[in-house]
C-alpha cells in the first residue's frame, strides 16, 4: 500500500533560522495536504497542492510539489516561536481516508 | 457550528474492558475516520466511512469495530481494551470542499491509557 514519509523526524531552531521538511510518497499523488499540530492540539489543514511541479506560499511558508507528483517540501522562513509544532504531510488513500506520514516537530527557541 | 466533537476527552480503562469513544460531526460530511496517534508514529488510520452504513478497515484495525448508523455519528468501539491500545485518538470527517479540496477536520482528541 501507499507509504508517506517524512523527514527529519525532529528539528531544533533558534528563532528566525529557516527550516524546511520533506515528504516522499512510494506511490505518485492525485494531491498532497499539510497538516500542523500545536503541542496537545489536533491537526489542522494547512494546503493542498495538487499540480506537478506547483509551489504556494502562506506568509513565511512555502510549499512545493516535485514534478512526478511523489514528493513535497515545506519551507518555513524565518521561523517563529509560533511555529512550533509537528508538520504532517498526508495523501488521499482510495480517496476516502488520508495516510499521513510520521511528521517532523519543530521546536523553536527564542 | 461545533465541527467535530468527541467524547470522552481523557479515559482510563483496565486490561480487558470495553468501552466506546463517541464521534459526532455538524458539517453533514460524508467521510469520516479515526486515527490513533503515538510518539514518532504520527496518525495511524483505524477505520473509515464513505457514508451512512458503509465502513471500511484502515491500517491498523484490529481490536477495534466501528459502525456508521447516521451521517453525523462515527463511534468507535474497543472490545477487550489491552495497554498497547494506549494512545491519543483522533476522529476527523471530510468532504470535498470548494475547488476539489477535501479538508480533514479533527476533533480534539480522546487520550485513553490502558492499565
Known amino acids: 500500500g501507499q507509504q508517506v514519509m517524512q523527514i527529519p523526524q525532529y528539528q531544533h531552531v533558534q528563532e528566525g533560522e529557516d527550516f524546511t521538511t520533506y515528504c516522499n510518497s512510494s506511490?505518485?499523488?492525485?494531491?498532497i495536504q499539510w497538516y500542523k499540530q500545536r503541542p496537545g492540539g489536533h491537526p489542522v489543514f494547512l494546503i493542498q497542492l495538487v499540480k506537478s511541479g506547483e509551489v504556494k506560499k502562506q506568509k513565511r511558508l512555502t510549499f512545493q510539489f516535485g514534478e512526478a507528483k511523489k514528493n513535497s517540501s515545506l519551507h518555513i522562513t524565518a521561523t517563529q516561536t509560533t511555529d512550533v509544532g509537528t508538520y504532517f504531510c498526508a495523501g488521499w488513500n482510495s480517496g476516502y481516508a488520508l495516510n499521513f506520514g510520521k511528521g517532523t516537530s519543530l521546536l523553536v527557541t527564542p | 457550528n461545533a465541527g467535530v466533537t468527541q467524547t470522552p476527552k481523557f479515559q482510563v480503562l483496565k486490561t480487558g474492558q470495553s468501552m466506546t469513544l463517541q464521534c459526532a460531526q455538524d458539517?453533514?460530511?460524508?467521510?469520516m475516520s479515526w486515527y490513533r496517534q503515538d510518539p514518532g508514529m504520527g496518525l495511524r488510520l483505524i477505520h473509515y466511512?464513505?457514508?451512512?452504513?458503509?465502513?471500511d478497515q484502515g491500517e491498523v484495525p484490529n481490536g477495534y469495530n466501528v459502525s456508521r448508523s447516521t451521517t453525523e455519528d462515527f463511534p468507535l468501539r474497543l472490545l477487550s481494551a489491552a495497554p498497547s491500545q494506549t494512545s491519543v485518538y483522533f476522529c476527523?470527517?471530510?468532504?470535498?470542499?470548494?475547488?476539489?479540496?477535501?479538508?480533514?477536520?479533527f476533533g480534539a482528541g480522546t487520550r485513553l491509557s490502558v492499565l
Open positions: 476527523a470527517s471530510s468532504t470535498r470542499g470548494d475547488r476539489g479540496v477535501d479538508i480533514q477536520y
Open positions: 466511512s464513505v457514508g451512512a452504513g458503509i465502513t
Open positions: 506511490t505518485t499523488l492525485s494531491n
Open positions: 458539517m453533514n460530511h460524508e467521510y
